[in-house]
């Protein structure tokens, strides 16, 4: 069973280079999932025609503005817009129910409590251990990057495919763990030489290269300088783009 990713957003949260914020669509013959939601996310939505109605889940993997913040206008389209009536499911870290409905609260005054035309479900991803969500396999690893709750890698099984993806954080040798046997694996290089506190450097990803036994890697969340020197990347590394569609 095939499984499709469609790159909806893979900037960091400042946008740099024009791109979105974090935000991939995996496509199986029975599911369908939003892999983060950053806050530009419904922009890249509409531009790349999703069906949002036709999505399963939103599996987050830590809760940064820039990879959750545009799930009050999610479920505010949903409720008003595709007039949804099939359950939503929103999987994410510890904690994940009071922090998207507090930003529901920032966002649109009241608009956690509206009576939705459909049920919205919330599962809480826990490190070290599997959880089945929409009929994906998901385990959670911890990792580095300070966002309130526990930050976490994750590894998506769905259908016969193994999609693997860093989340925000500096290198940590957990990662080679969280890549291994995945069909893809992407993983944030915001950084390219300069250090940047919780961020994964090029030049780290580089050196672990031959760890990884990922069939494929795959690298989003450039920063300014890894946008710059994007020439200087291993030719075995592929690049995430807006809108860019992978069979993986």
């Not at 909806?8 to 914020?21: I, L, P, Y």
């Not at 809760?63 to 099939?86: A, K």
Request: charged fraction near 25%; aromatic fraction near 8%.
């Amino acid at each position: 069973m095939s499984l499709k990713l469609t790159i909806v957003g893979c900037g960091d949260a400042f946008g740099s280079g024009g791109r979105r914020n974090t935000c991939f669509h995996l496509e199986t013959e029975d599911a369908r999932y939003f892999v983060d939601f950053g806050a530009s996310a419904m922009v890249g939505v509409h531009a790349l025609e999703i069906d949002t109605n036709a999505v399963d889940a939103v599996i987050l993997s830590h809760l940064h503005g820039d990879h959750f913040g545009g799930l009050p206008f999610l479920i505010l389209h949903e409720h008003f817009v595709t007039n949804r009536t099939r359950p939503l499911t929103i999987a994410g870290p510890p904690g994940v129910e009071r922090r998207i409905r507090d930003a529901q609260e920032v966002l649109f005054p009241d608009s956690s409590s509206i009576e939705l035309g459909f049920e919205l479900r919330f599962v809480e991803l826990v490190p070290g251990e599997t959880t089945h969500v929409s009929g994906a396999d998901i385990e959670a690893f911890e990792v580095s990057h300070p966002s309130g709750a526990p930050p976490l890698a994750l590894r998506i099984g769905a259908g016969d495919r193994l999609f693997a993806f860093s989340g925000d954080t500096l290198w940590l040798d957990v990662l080679v763990d969280v890549a291994r046997g995945a069909d893809l694996f992407m993983c944030e290089c915001y950084a390219f030489e300069e250090p940047i506190p919780y961020h994964v450097r090029y030049r780290d990803l580089e050196a672990n290269l031959p760890r990884l036994s990922a069939r494929r890697v795959m690298v989003n969340h450039l920063g300014p300088e890894s946008r710059g020197r994007v020439g200087e990347i291993d030719k075995a590394i592929e690049r995430a783009e807006d809108g860019l569609v992978v069979e993986v």
